[in-house]
């Protein structure tokens, strides 16, 4: 069964830093691209960041290039989202995602169930 | 920068009736369009791929549609379970996305 676990979310104050994780198992990680996505309270979805199966090739949104951070450890099987300088508009519940499906273009066929970023003074 | 813009934003039906909920990209994303579910609490699930395709252990009753820059999702018959919100996502210049803001279908 493929399953996404992420952590490392909480309460940091702008301007802070945090780490999240995602934990992947149930399939081969090392041969999928992923993704994280976030969703601010109450609101839609938001792409944040694609990384390759190899590491390769790295995506931000606009929203978040300079001040984030993608990476992953195939050895691990695990995804990172290091994220600095944090913004009150950063708090959302941060999903990672595997990239799969589709016969011309990935999209997202499982997710994680999110872990909560909250940025406040 | 590609925009999807979903309508209406809420859909009040009962059980038994038809929804038809549309998503509209600023410009074409040809086929490579996706709907997703998302019950409160919960992540998304992926429903439809490629515009059209069902994806695995998908009702028949989610049916998509449309091309180019007009797209339509289709629940033929509501069950309870199918009150949510829907979300539409393009991936024309893949590896990025984006997302509509979302269709919530509410219970009249």
């Known amino acids: 069964e493929v399953q996404l676990v992420e952590s490392g979310g909480g309460l940091v104050q702008p301007g802070g830093s945090l780490r999240l994780s995602c934990a992947a198992s149930?399939?081969?990680?090392?041969?999928?691209?992923m993704n994280w996505v976030r969703q601010a309270p109450g609101k839609g979805l938001e792409w944040v960041s694609y990384?390759?199966?190899?590491?390769?090739?790295?995506y931000y949104a606009d929203s978040v290039k300079g001040r984030f951070t993608i990476s992953r450890d195939n050895a691990k099987n695990s995804l990172y989202l290091q994220m600095n300088s944090l913004r009150d508009e950063d708090t959302a519940v941060y999903y990672c995602a595997r990239e799969d499906y589709g016969d011309y273009v990935p999209y997202f066929d499982y997710w994680g169930q999110g872990t909560l970023v909250t940025v406040s003074s | 920068e590609i925009v999807l813009t979903q309508s209406p934003a809420t859909l009040s039906l009962s059980p038994g009736e038809r929804a038809t909920l549309s998503c509209r990209a600023s410009q074409s994303v040809s086929s490579y369009l996706a709907w997703y579910q998302q019950k409160p609490g919960q992540a998304p699930r992926l429903l439809i791929y490629?515009?059209?395709n069902r994806a695995t252990g998908i009702p028949a009753r989610f049916s998509g549609s449309g091309s180019g820059t007009d797209f339509t999702l289709t629940i033929s018959s509501l069950e309870p379970e199918d009150f949510a919100v829907y979300y539409c996502q393009q991936r024309s210049n893949w590896p990025r996305s984006a997302f509509g803001g979302g269709t919530k279908v509410e219970i009249k």
């Open positions: 149930g399939f081969t990680f090392s041969s999928y691209s």
């Open positions: 990384i390759s199966s190899s590491s390769s090739t790295i």
């Open positions: 490629d515009a059209s």
